[in-house]
């Protein structure tokens, strides 16, 4: 189980978002329960023709926690969620939060029976809950982990030791519901994050950390009942799952499920059905959409699909000037750009839906706040760049099994440090330049790998690019650029140089030019640049 003694500096209680000692309320236990309780009726979930009301959803978890209760899991054991977007991941989810049990999303694109295994055994996992496409590798991995008692299958028919959860959840009485177990300086959930070094590491985020996290970002978007969400990106991120689940749900509001991502145009038909009014996506998505936004598709996209939109969001990764421009033209629609890591659960800005800026993700959210330190720690003022750190009740609790980690990511004072350079102005919008591992220092100058992209990005034969700094001599770095061109392009190595010289300070240019088929991304389509940097050192 995860301990106090592995964690950041900490208050000796719990605290509440108003900074308050919490006397166990701000559990995610009563997001559920109060939503049901105030509207019984309403419905909760949609995905494809099935709808679930909220007190169908409460029922279901009360099962799922007197069915994990019976099989002996109790408070602090961990069992992993490995599932597509569906209502059984947040069933499962939120039966393991009542007992006090640890929910442990895992990246359903990891695959690898090693690395599965390395996260199931950090945890201590007694149990999986998953579907029959990720059956393979976990059922691999499992026969190197004894303490793995439990696989439920969502789907498919049972095999040997592989339970359907459906059965598992059915057998549980509904009646009496085992009482919330929780409180809110417990761990609710263990994300495994690779970050930039590869390395796995387990954030601890407690009751009160999603708690406060989703309760600010409603209160700070203004999401009501009369809402309608739609959760197209994996809910295993956190930002799909705070961000458009536990939102939508707080605030009573429908939210309409998709499994995938792609093809958009299954969850485009929902949307148009339902009436979606918040959106949420990440770059790539508002990209294609802005490029598809033309003729006959614009229409229908403006006008049906996208009709009772209000504002949409942007987080994940960095959102290009131009492309909020190409969509916002298109759409007529604000574009509210955010910021956050696992470890701020994940919120930690968003641009107010008033007054959005340009190039900005915004400011900090209730109770959180925001410093700029130079690398020695010491506080920057208003207008210059150094690391973004933050501090409030959104921030992780530590790095499961990883004291030395934890304790190398936050400052001597307590704020956690983002490992992302940045600058606030007079008014407290924050402005992100780049990742301080993606800076390249060039002969003592500092080049910002997202602002170079930037401006490579705006060739129109360029479909995406990539930056990366590579050993030069006298310890040095050399910038290299790997570009996915355009379908149908015939850009030449020469060509794209030519334009960077053109375009670019001579030391901010690259010294050498890869054109790729793809870039290596996670699930959030947030290019993996360890994978690149990787690929560089293996050549060497």
């Not at 290299?480 to 149908?488: D, E, Q």
């Not at 190595?493 to 300070?505: A, G, N, T, Y």
Request: some cysteine.
């Amino acid at each position: 189980m995860p301990s106090s003694t592995e964690s950041r500096p900490a208050p000796a209680e719990p605290m509440t978002r108003n900074g308050t000692p919490s006397d166990g309320a701000a559990t995610l236990d009563r997001l559920i329960d109060g939503a049901a309780a105030r509207w019984p009726t309403r419905t909760a979930l949609v995905i494809g023709e099935d709808s679930w009301t909220f007190e169908r959803l409460r029922e279901r978890v009360h099962r799922a926690a007197a069915a994990f209760r019976a099989r002996g899991i109790g408070k602090g054991d961990c069992v992993a969620i490995v599932l597509r977007n569906s209502p059984e991941f947040i069933v499962a989810y939120f039966g393991l939060a009542r007992i006090g049990a640890v929910a442990v999303p895992i990246n359903f694109l990891v695959t690898k029976p090693e690395e599965l295994r390395f996260m199931l055994d950090d945890c201590s996992a007694a149990g999986v809950v998953t579907q029959q496409e990720f059956l393979k590798g976990l059922l691999a991995a499992r026969k190197a982990l004894p303490k793995l008692k439990s696989v439920w299958t969502t789907d498919g028919a049972p095999a040997d030791g592989v339970e359907s959860f459906a059965a598992f959840v059915d057998g549980a009485p509904a009646e009496p519901a085992p009482a919330p177990a929780a409180r809110a300086g417990d761990v609710a959930a263990i994300l495994y994050t690779s970050g930039t070094t590869g390395t796995p590491k387990g954030v601890m985020l407690t009751h009160a950390n999603i708690h406060s996290n989703c309760e600010a970002s409603r209160e700070w978007l203004g999401v009501t009942h009369k809402d309608v969400a739609l959760t197209i990106l994996p809910m295993f991120h956190t930002f799909a799952w705070t961000g458009c689940v536990l939102v939508s749900l707080s605030a009573g509001a429908k939210n309409v499920i998709s499994p995938a991502i792609a093809p958009a145009t299954p969850w485009l038909k929902q949307m148009g059905k339902h009436g979606v009014s918040v959106f949420a996506a990440v770059p790539p998505v508002y990209s294609v959409i802005a490029k598809e936004a033309c003729g006959f598709k614009k229409f229908v996209l403006r006008y049906w699909f996208f009709r009772k939109v209000r504002f949409c969001i942007s987080g994940a990764a960095p959102l290009g000037v131009e492309t909020a421009k190409a969509f916002q033209a298109a759409m007529r629609l604000p574009i509210l750009e955010g910021y956050g890591l696992t470890e701020t659960s994940p919120v930690a800005t968003i641009n107010p839906p008033g007054g959005p800026r340009a190039g900005s993700v915004g400011k900090a959210i209730p109770d959180v706040r925001l410093r700029i330190i130079a690398d020695d720690e010491t506080p920057l003022p208003v207008g210059q760049e150094g690391e973004v750190c933050i501090q409030g009740p959104n921030i992780m609790l530590g790095y499961h099994n990883k004291p030395d980690a934890t304790k190398e990511t936050f400052t001597k004072d307590g704020w956690f440090k983002s490992g992302d350079i940045g600058v606030l102005d007079e008014e407290g919008y924050l402005y992100l330049r780049d990742r301080k591992k993606d800076m390249i220092i060039v002969k003592g100058l500092k080049v910002f790998s997202a602002q170079v992209e930037q401006v490579i990005a705006a060739h129109p034969d360029v479909e995406e690019v990539a930056l990366i700094g590579i050993p030069g001599p006298d310890a040095d770095e050399l910038i290299k650029a790997f570009i996915v061109l355009r379908k149908g392009s015939s850009a030449t190595k020469s060509e794209l140089m030519q334009f960077c010289r053109q375009k670019l300070d001579a030391y901010k240019r690259p010294r050498d030019i890869e054109i790729i088929d793809s870039l290596p991304k996670n699930a959030l389509q947030k290019v993996l640049k360890r994978v690149l940097r990787q690929r560089e050192l293996e050549k060497a």
